[in-house]
């Protein structure tokens, strides 16, 4: 949480305040900016899970990139706002912030289920004084024994800035530090919070969580994803070549400061360390395959609901 808070996460080391914070003493309206494609399987969970929240004041906009499923069915029977953009998420997410009209804005990938807090959580935070806040992905361990594994891992990262990023920020400031890079598919997030970290903004972090839905289920499944990052990981490092080794390092300190819950259940974390070699295996594969090349690739085409907690 922000310095001085009392629920038990640590202190963020706080930078420069907001220069210009907007006007928080009424409710301001919080645009929520959902990119999908393909994402009709959780799609009407995931919105009912917005209109739900507890703070109000919600505009609604589905960014779609050329679904070919029910997706934008959903979207228009739920969604204030459904427009279509592409060619992948970070381009989506752009598009839809052009069009909000909210003090903030708030983007969440199509396949995350919000708990009832996070957002009013999130506007509380900005009132305090915080220039941006991190909602923490967690993983719906449910779905099975690779899911379980995920949970383990992202929940790692919760009240970390070393691999996650602020999803929830003023419109002005989400415009101010340039938005997402369109060519940059392959850690985004990570690239966006460097952009907020050099600008000096104070973050936040929400204790409410937004649960990741649609989990993999098959190892090979991840070894393609990340193979697709591995082949953008040049036009990352292009942009964040101080960050580039600590935010792709095989071992993360997060890991190291919570030995004890690889103690605690080491049958899941020996699970987890064969899941973390695979995926960082194929990544490297990927990004070995392009090393050669003398111009950074076209940006991979990433859909909506293809999460990024890890």
Known sequence: MTRGDQSGAPAVPSAAACRSLPDVSDRPVVSVVVPTRNS??????????????TYPDLELIVVDNHSVDGTLQIAHRDADLVSTAGPERSAQVNAGVRVATGTYVFRVDGDFLLEPEVVAECVEHMRRGACAVVVHNTADHTVG??????????????????????????????????????DVTAGEDYDFQNRLRRAG??????????????????????????????????????????????????????????????????????????????????????????????????????????????
């Open 40 to 53: 009709g399987r959780h799609l009407a969970e995931y919105l009912r899970s917005i209109r739900a929240q």
């Open 201 to 310: 903004v104070r973050i936040a972090f929400a204790n409410a969580e937004a649960v990741h839905l649609d989990e993999p289920t098959q190892l090979m499944s991840v070894r393609r994803k990340y193979f697709r990052y591995g082949r953008d990981f040049p036009n990352y490092r292009r942009y964040n070549r101080a960050e580039f080794r600590q935010q792709l390092a095989f071992v993360w300190m997060d890991y190291l400061r919570h030995w004890r819950r690889f103690l605690a259940h080491s049958a899941l974390g020996a699970m987890f360390m064969a899941y973390h070699c695979a995926k960082f295996a194929a990544g490297a594969v990927g990004y070995a395959s392009v090393l050669g090349a003398r111009r950074p690739l076209a940006p991979a085409t990433v859909s909506g609901n293809d999460n990024k907690s890890a």
């Open 145 to 182: 024994r690779l899911a379980r594994v995920r949970k383990f891992e992202v929940d790692m990262y919760k009240y970390s800035l070393g691999h996650t990023a602020a999803r929830f920020l003023s419109r002005d400031l989400f415009h101010a530090v340039g938005g997402l890079r369109d």
